[in-house]
Every structure is written in C-alpha cells, then in structure tokens.
C-alpha cells in the first residue's frame, strides 16, 4: 500500500485535491469526519472550555479511522489518498491547548496515532491567510466563519515548524493559489505529470 496524505490549513483546499486525485487515480480516498465531533462547534464559541475535548475527539476519530485503514489493505486499490495525516492533531493540539494539556495530550497521541504507519508522501498546500479566510468564506460553515487572521497565521507557522523539523518523508510542498483544478481540469494531469509520476511508478 502507497498512502499519500494532503495536509494545509483551514480552508487550504486538501479535501477538493484529495478527491480529484483519488478518482484520476483510482485510489481509496479517506476523509476525515469532522462533522462527527461533538464539540467542534462548541469550541468555536468558547475555546478555553472545549478545547481539551474538541482535540481528544478528533484524535480518537482519526486512530479508529487510520487503523482500521491499516488493517484492511485493498488489494484493487494500493494507493490510499487521505485528506488529512496523523501529525494534524499535533499541530492542532498545540495551538489549541495549554502547556500542560499539550503535554498530556501528546501521550495520549503517541500511544495512539504515533505508533500508526505514516504516510509515504506529504503533499502540504500552502496559501497566503487572505485566501484561506476566501475560502472558508466560500463554504459556508457557520462555525468557521470568525476565524480570527491571527489563529490562522499561528496555525500556518506551526505547519511550517513541523514540517521542517518534525517530517523526514518525502514532501511535496505546493503553492496552492497558483492552481485551480476545478476550473482548470488539464491542471490536475499537470501536477500529477510534475511532481507524482516518480512516486507512482
């Protein structure tokens, strides 16, 4: 199996990629369930109380959802294409939580999706805040739409921290403004052609 995860910010377009280049490809494509955490909306209202929650639900969504990724292989489908990679909850995590519950929470990850396989390649899209907020905009989420410029800059640095300090896989590391695959089709072929053909091979 071939697992490739798309990772970014809040509104950075991982799970439109993910979905064009799982059907072009004909890969498994995992998506994460957001929309079943409990807390979500809730933390958006008041951060300080659900933020503990909010990350320990996601963060037991994302092994259930991994491991049983792990454990059911698909012989007609080897390359898996998931819009998110086990690290998220860490970076999530910190900007989230407090010192002592990061470290905390960062045991619990450890034993958890630390010890899960990690993905073969990141592919990391990276946008400018002022797209990002166009994008959230864009999509409606209620819940989202007074992210704060700063929340989504202090999340941007952490990507970028992690990414040079924390990943020694293979990275992608894409523009993402410079691309639209909706309204450019032929750019999908493009950037599989550039930047995947090696990998796929």
Do not use: C
């Amino acid at each position: 199996m071939r697992y490739i995860a798309l990772e970014g910010n809040i509104g950075a377009g991982k799970t439109t990629l993910a979905k064009l280049l799982a059907k072009e490809l004909n890969a498994r494509l995992v998506l994460e369930d957001f929309e079943d955490n409990p807390f979500l909306a809730k933390f958006y209202e008041d951060p300080r109380r659900y933020a503990f929650s909010v990350e320990m639900a996601f963060l037991a969504d994302r092994y259930h959802q991994l491991q049983g990724l792990q454990s059911s292989e698909d012989l007609f489908q080897p390359l898996v294409i998931s819009d998110y990679a086990p690290f998220k909850s860490l970076i999530f995590a910190q900007n989230n939580l407090e010192e002592a519950e990061f470290k905390l929470y960062r045991d619990f990850w450890q034993m958890a999706l630390g010890r899960l396989r990690q993905p073969d390649l990141i592919i990391y899209l990276n946008r400018p805040v002022d797209s990002l907020q166009r994008n959230i905009h864009k999509r409606g989420r209620d819940y989202e739409q007074n992210l704060a410029n700063q929340y989504l800059e202090k999340l941007s640095e952490r990507y970028a921290f992690h990414l040079k300090n924390h990943w020694s896989g293979k990275l992608i590391h894409l523009e993402a403004d410079d691309w639209d695959f909706l309204k450019e089709p032929e750019s999908l072929s493009d950037f599989i052609s550039r930047y995947l053909q090696d990998f796929l091979n």
